[in-house]
């Protein structure tokens, strides 16, 4: 509970933070910002090929949409907690001359990145959501599961998070530990 106040508390320069950390990826980039994309876009575009034209549309027969909107619906939160549980795994580190810091609170450190990861899920989700009115999928009440499961991916992944980013300072293998789960949780 006390971090949770503490969170509270420092949450105007968690937000300062978090949008340093955001700004911070992409500095020195030609492309900038755009590289936030590419990534998780070349992705898609290889699922895509692979599943849904190669094999031809393996949909499940309980709906009829599209492969891309039905892959989309699972990948962007993938991408967000994927993203998240391997930057926050790092923060500890990456933040260190703030840790060595006497006042500083160490306890915010993975909630930065956390809400730096969260920024380039809500860009995806309404992407997606644009996707889904342009194959003319309209919203429907139930769409707003998309900010109810946001969050409880969101304390997943911190809850881990805090474990792995410890955990990281002692044992750095514990990174590619967090990457090779990540990799088989894909695929899974």
Request: proline share 4%; hydrophobic share 55%; aromatic share 20%.
């Amino acid at each position: 509970f006390a971090d949770l106040l503490l969170i509270f508390t420092k949450r105007h320069l968690i937000w300062e933070l978090a949008k340093a950390d955001f700004k911070k990826r992409f500095v020195g980039s030609y492309f900038g910002v755009l590289w936030m994309f590419v990534q998780p876009v070349v992705t898609v575009v290889i699922y895509y090929i692979v599943f849904g034209v190669l094999r031809g549309d393996i949909t499940p027969q309980t709906e009829s949409y599209p492969y891309l909107l039905w892959m989309l619906a699972g990948i962007v939160p993938w991408f967000f907690f994927q993203e998240a549980l391997n930057g926050g795994t790092h923060s500890l580190n990456e933040y260190n001359y703030l840790v060595k810091k006497v006042v500083f609170p160490v306890e915010i450190l993975p909630v930065i990145k956390m809400i730096s990861c969260l920024i380039v899920h809500v860009i995806f989700v309404l992407i997606m959501l644009g996707l889904f009115l342009c194959f003319g999928w309209f919203p429907k009440a139930y769409w707003l599961q998309t900010v109810y499961y946001t969050m409880a991916t969101f304390l997943f992944a911190i809850a881990l998070v805090y474990f792995t980013s410890s955990v990281q300072v002692f044992f750095k293998d514990m990174a590619q530990i967090v990457s090779i789960c990540l990799q088989f949780g894909m695929w899974l």
